[in-house]
């Protein structure tokens, strides 16, 4: 009852500090609200798109059948989408799966993986039953990949190399340069270059741009994006590649046959280019980053600058007793990751639930927590 009335009066104060009517910042149709504040894995709060959920309803009739026709179907969606071939699709179920076919690509002995240090741990994880000898590199000061030392650390190996550049960088939230990345590259024709780009929607920063046109010019170049994140369908489970034909159907030959599911591939089909969907989530992700920004610099709790829809900030302390302390006010944060460990990861959600975050930090506060 009490959450209820808080949750209300935050939900009016957000609009009212956002100056928009409330349905331009919450969902199209409710997301399942059980009292719990899930800010720990950079889901998209609002859910899917209206025509993301009919087209789950309408695809139930289509259940009882393999997934061949809508998956040929989704391809050519996002071949035209992206103006590449439609040879150059790889769908996967999430993005995860697609990173774990292009790791068993490269897979062979005395192959070589290098990683950012900390970054998306998947990749670094599914390199370790291959064999691949695993090499990871510090992110600078400014916390962007280390592409000096990455490629050295490249240039150092005896047989094949993944480099695996998650950009914007997750858990950082932050750049690398899109000059540095395309400079190594450029360079290097021998490295297979997995370049995941599943928080792309977010960034508004001139410096940074696709490695996509890298991806079409050069058989070594693997783009990775996915619908989890801005298109709101991490349940769902739908991600792909792109690359050159040939790169393409070297990943795809470690899929399992109908890999996909009906559901996933409508509600992906129907998302494709939806940029009202789009721009609802990047607004609301402003807004209420926004919000968290304000909160984090009222405690002086210093943060990093996010590209995406989290951000990493400084937490006193140990940061498993502060996520201990968050997870028994019904709030959900960032696991520790390694070796940032006097921080964590916030994901953000709708503006509302981030006032509510605010007041439970500030609460933390009172209680010299943080
Ligand atoms: C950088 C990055 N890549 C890939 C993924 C996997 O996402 P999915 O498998 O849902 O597409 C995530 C999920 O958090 C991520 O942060």
Sequence with gaps: ????????????????????????????????????????????SLGPSSAARRAVIDGLAEANRYTHRVAADLRGRLAEHHGVPERSVVLGNGSAEILQMATQAVASPGGRLVVADPTFEQVYGYGE????????????????????????????????????????????????????????????????????????????????????????????????????KIYGLAGLRLGYALAQPETAARIDAYAADSNLNIMGLVAA???????????????????????????????????????????MHRVPGDVRDYIRRMAEHQVQVGRPFPPMTGHNRLSFGRPAEMERFAETLREFRRNGWV
Excluded at 10 to 30: M, N
Excluded at 286 to 294: G, S
């Design 129 to 228: 039953p291959w064999g691949l000898e695993r090499v990871k590199v510090p992110l600078t000061s400014s916390y962007a990949h280390d592409i000096g030392r990455m490629r050295d650390a490249a240039r150092r190996a005896g047989g094949p190399v993944l480099a695996y550049i998650c950009n914007p960088n997750n858990p950082t939230g932050t750049l690398t340069l899109s000059d540095e990345v395309e400079g190594w590259i450029r360079e290097d024709e021998s490295t297979l270059f997995l370049v995941d780009e599943a928080y792309f929607e977010y960034v508004r920063d001139a410096r940074y741009r696709s490695a996509l046109p890298l991806a079409m010019s050069r058989p070594n170049v693997v783009v990775v994006r996915t619908f989890s």
């Design 269 to 311: 089909r129907a998302s494709v280019g939806d940029e009202a969907h789009l721009s609802r989530s990047l607004r609301s992700n402003e807004e209420a980053r926004a919000v968290t920004y304000a909160a984090l610099d009222e405690l002086g709790l210093e943060r990093l600058p996010s590209h995406t829809n989290f951000v």
């Design 1 to 44: 009852m009490e959450r209820r009335s808080f949750l209300g009066a935050s939900l009016a104060a957000a609009v009212g500090l956002a100056g928009r009517p409330l349905e331009t910042l919450s969902s199209p149709r409710p997301v399942r609200d059980d009292g719990i504040l899930r800010l720990g894995s950079n889901e998209n």
